[in-house]
T-cell receptor
Framework: NAGVTQTPKFQVLKTGQSMTLQCAQD?????MSWYRQDPGMGLRLIHY???????DQGEVPNGYNVSRSTTEDFPLRLLSAAPSQTSVYFC??????????????FGPGTRLLVL | AQTVTQSQPEMSVQEAETVTLSCTYD???????LFWYKQPPSRQMILVIR??????QNATENRFSVNFQKAAKSFSLKISDSQLGDAAMYFC????????????FGTGTSLTVIP
């Protein structure tokens, strides 16, 4: 049971490049989320999903796309990278009880540097 | 908007002593969950403790306990018998029960444990 995995661990991009951050979980959790963590700002929700085929925007969705074709995977796509997207990205998953997300389990994070 | 405030950017405690980390939140909801997460230098987010708003009894997990004051919208974390391994960034988080999967995090408190 690997829990929540994220790849890559570290990535350097040039402004304007696109890339996909991968996230997978093997716990059969319905709910998955993407956060970014910036110094002094805590974690901010980018996008989230309550099940395969269902996604919604969080606090800071601009510049990012997501899709959820399977329960296990929830990739985050940067369409055209900008220096403001330099951050540490965390994926999280949680199971649900009566439609309510329980405790979130986090991946190890991806550090992204946009030059 | 949901907000979570941690007013102590940094705290320190002597080993074996007790320390309390503060957290306040702003919500008009009556049903929600509160969490404390620990983030050591490895960056892995680890759940410390969780409290359901409908429960009057304060949650306790070994050396960790909370003081949940619903009317004051306060949720502090007490760490007893502090250990060197407790040194980390601590984040307070909030989730509305009926929104499924939207968590809101504070900006964090960096805890140093002095030997």
């Amino acid at each position: 049971n690997a829990g929540v995995t994220q790849t890559p661990k570290f990535q350097v991009l040039k402004t304007g490049q696109s890339m996909t951050l991968q996230c997978a979980q093997d716990m059969n959790h319905e709910y998955m989320s993407w956060y970014r963590q910036d110094p002094g700002m805590g974690l901010r929700l980018i996008h989230y999903s309550v099940g395969a085929g269902i996604t919604d925007q969080g606090e800071v969705p601009n510049g990012y796309n997501v899709s959820r074709s399977t329960t296990e995977d929830f990739p985050l796509r940067l369409l055209s990278a900008a220096p403001s997207q330099t951050s540490v990205y965390f994926c999280a998953s949680s199971y649900s009880t009566s439609g309510r997300a329980e405790t979130q389990y986090f991946g190890p994070g991806t550090r992204l540097l946009v030059l | 908007a949901q907000t979570v405030t941690q007013s102590q950017p940094e705290m320190s405690v002597q080993e074996a002593e007790t320390v309390t980390l503060s957290c306040t939140y702003d919500t008009s909801e009556s049903d929600y969950y509160l969490f404390w997460y620990k983030q050591p230098p490895s960056r892995q987010m680890i759940l410390v403790i969780r409290q359901e708003a409908y429960k009057q009894q304060n949650a306790t997990e070994n050396r960790f306990s909370v003081n949940f004051q619903k009317a004051a919208k306060s949720f502090s974390l007490k760490i007893s018998d502090s250990q060197l391994g407790d040194a980390a960034m601590y984040f307070c988080a909030y989730r509305i029960s009926n929104t499924g999967n939207q968590f809101y995090f504070g900006t964090g408190t960096s805890l140093t444990v002095i030997p």
